[in-house]
């Protein structure tokens, strides 16, 4: 036995419910219409829970859904208005060109018949079922030249079905026009194309997978890890992405590791480093051109000139349009005072890339030392490397002076050429030892030559200490300090 307070309780429950649906709904329609979306979206999940019966509650939430880009959110919602009204014949229509958009004919037909059994003279349901039959006779014509191996044939097809926008959402048309692109070696193109099917179909682990595999092949790494997350997200137990995901992340570990060495000037484990990515992965070309782009860089840091040049030269062929390489590999050629051959890779690099600041400048220092080089080249005076240090510059400097002093020759032929040779070697010694001077002489300007000082060139050339000893003539003898 119910009390009549308890049915009043219950009337008043139930009055209640309507008037906040009918709330609800005004709330919705006023928000949809400032577009206001997810605000709208709100209240008519709150209209829908209120009233599971109301077929227009239902197909106006899935119009908010279609207004936010969610049509497979619309669809539920359509279909279950059509179940309660199934002669809502706007419910029948819209859900026909969300199937077809999504490349589903079958269905989509079926609305769109539906729709003219009822409405025979319907002019938007027919236009749509004669694009659904279009739809069919184009993915027949596709598959058919995917078969034949005609995958231009099939992108091009394609592109009508998805680009004229029949079919913009259907993710087995982008899957297969992805899979031409692959075939065709455009695995950018395929992941345009793959992108937006991780959205179109439900748990897309195989195109996160895809997505992820055709990263790692370009060197993108860390967009490959990000795609496999994706997919481990939606199964963390799945085997195939969870084995792809341990070789991205040691890899992709590994090669941050490497560059932030290199940040820190920690060039010989950078070089360590990047060994092992090589051995990480030595199937994709990408990983082993990095690897040696990046050794070939350090080895030039670290000064190991030929080592350098070996491996710069290798990474050249794996890669002949690598600027990068060929700066580096200038560089090197520079520390092995090889400065034609440092021209040349500078000049070829410039080819490549004629706007690159570091390459023009570069080129014009090689080609300064070319120059210098071909008059006085004060390391090869010493016979010792381009970065070699002061104590040793020193200790050649003290071996060749007493090599060349002229007291150590008797004829006065004899006598001129250990002049020439000692002024040299006391020029080489002064310039290599001041930081400054040494500075300018490795930038491409001899700072002994009249034509680099101020003021013209009255002085003598090549005596450092501004009076030539052996001016007086006669036979002059003298000590030498070799400080």
């Known amino acids: 036995v119910i009390s009549s307070k308890m049915c009043l309780c219950v009337l008043s429950v139930l009055g209640a419910t309507h008037?906040?649906?009918?709330?609800?709904?005004?709330?919705?329609?006023?928000?949809?219409?400032?577009?206001?979306?997810?605000?709208a979206l709100s209240h008519y999940h709150s209209a829908v829970e209120g009233d599971s019966k109301?077929?227009?509650?239902?197909?106006?939430?899935?119009?908010?859904?279609?207004?936010?880009?969610?049509?497979?959110?619309?669809?539920?919602?359509?279909?279950?208005?059509?179940?309660?009204?199934?002669?809502?014949?706007?419910?029948?229509?819209?859900?026909?060109?969300?199937?077809?958009?999504?490349?589903?004919?079958?269905?989509?037909?079926?609305?769109?018949?539906?729709?003219?059994?009822?409405?025979?003279?319907?002019?938007?349901?027919?236009?749509?079922?004669?694009?659904?039959?279009?739809?069919?006779?184009?993915?027949?014509?596709?598959?058919?030249?995917?078969?034949?191996?005609?995958?231009?044939?099939?992108?091009?097809?394609?592109?009508?079905?998805?680009?004229v926008c029949i079919s913009p959402w259907d993710p087995a048309s982008r899957e297969l026009r992805a899979d031409c692109y692959i075939r065709m070696g455009d695995p950018q193109k395929a992941i345009q194309d793959l992108t937006p099917t991780t959205r179109l179909r439900n748990d897309n682990r195989a195109a996160f997978l895809k997505l992820s595999l055709l990263h790692y092949s370009l060197g993108e790494h860390h967009e490959s890890l990000n795609h496999i997350r994706e997919c481990l997200k939606l199964d963390q137990d799945?085997?195939?992405?969870?084995?792809?995901?341990?070789?991205?992340?040691?890899?992709?570990?590994?090669?941050?590791?490497?560059?932030?060495?290199?940040?820190?000037?920690?060039?010989?484990?950078?070089?360590?480093?990047?060994?092992?990515v090589m051995k990480t992965e030595s199937n994709v070309p990408f990983y082993t051109n990095l690897a040696k782009e990046r050794i070939c860089y350090c080895l030039v840091k670290i000064k190991l000139a030929q080592e350098a040049i070996d491996v710069c030269t290798e990474a050249h062929q794996r890669d002949p349009r690598n600027t990068n390489v060929l700066r580096d590999r200038a560089e090197a050629y520079i520390l092995n005072q090889d400065y034609e051959k440092a021209v040349?890779?500078?000049?070829?690099?410039?080819?490549?890339?004629?706007?690159?600041?570091?390459?023009?400048?570069?080129?014009?220092?090689?080609?300064?030392?070319?120059?210098?080089?071909r008059k006085r080249d004060y390391y090869k005076i010493l016979g010792v490397g381009r970065n070699a240090n002061k104590q040793e510059i020193i200790r050649a400097y003290r071996k060749l002076a007493q090599q060349w002093h002229p007291d150590?020759?008797?004829?006065?032929?004899?006598?001129?050429?250990?002049?020439?040779?000692?002024?040299?070697?006391?020029s080489a010694k002064e310039v290599l030892t001041n930081p400054e001077m040494r500075q300018?002489?490795?930038?491409?300007?001899?700072?002994?030559?009249?034509?680099?000082?101020?003021?013209g060139g009255g002085g003598q050339q090549g005596w450092p200490f501004h009076f030539n000893p052996f001016e007086s003539g006669g036979s002059f003898h003298f000590k030498f300090q070799y400080n």
């Open 344 to 373: 040349e890779d500078y000049q070829e690099a410039r080819e490549f890339d004629s706007d690159n600041n570091d390459i023009r400048e570069g080129l014009e220092r090689a080609q300064k030392l070319l120059k210098i080089s």
């Open 19 to 39: 008037v906040e649906i009918e709330h609800h709904l005004e709330m919705g329609r006023k928000l949809l219409a400032a577009g206001q979306l997810a605000e």
């Open 54 to 163: 109301n077929y227009l509650t239902y197909y106006k939430r899935a119009a908010v859904f279609l207004a936010m880009g969610k049509s497979k959110s619309a669809l539920p919602d359509l279909t279950r208005a059509i179940q309660l009204k199934p002669d809502f014949l706007a419910a029948r229509l819209q859900r026909g060109n969300i199937l077809l958009k999504q490349g589903n004919t079958q269905e989509a037909r079926e609305d769109f018949e539906a729709v003219l059994q009822r409405s025979p003279d319907h002019e938007e349901a027919h236009d749509q079922l004669m694009k659904a039959n279009e739809l069919e006779e184009l993915q027949e014509e596709a598959h058919a030249a995917y078969h034949q191996g005609d995958y231009s044939t099939t992108i091009t097809v394609l592109e009508r079905v998805i680009e």
């Open 408 to 426: 150590n020759f008797q004829s006065e032929s004899e006598k001129k050429e250990a002049e020439k040779k000692f002024i040299d070697i006391a």
């Open 238 to 276: 799945d085997k195939e992405c969870f084995s792809h995901y341990k070789q991205v992340k040691k890899l992709s570990k590994q090669l941050d590791s490497a560059e932030e060495l290199i940040q820190q000037d920690r060039y010989q484990e950078a070089i360590d480093k990047y060994e092992s």
């Open 440 to 455: 300018k002489f490795d930038a491409g300007e001899d700072p002994l030559d009249p034509e680099n000082q101020q003021g």
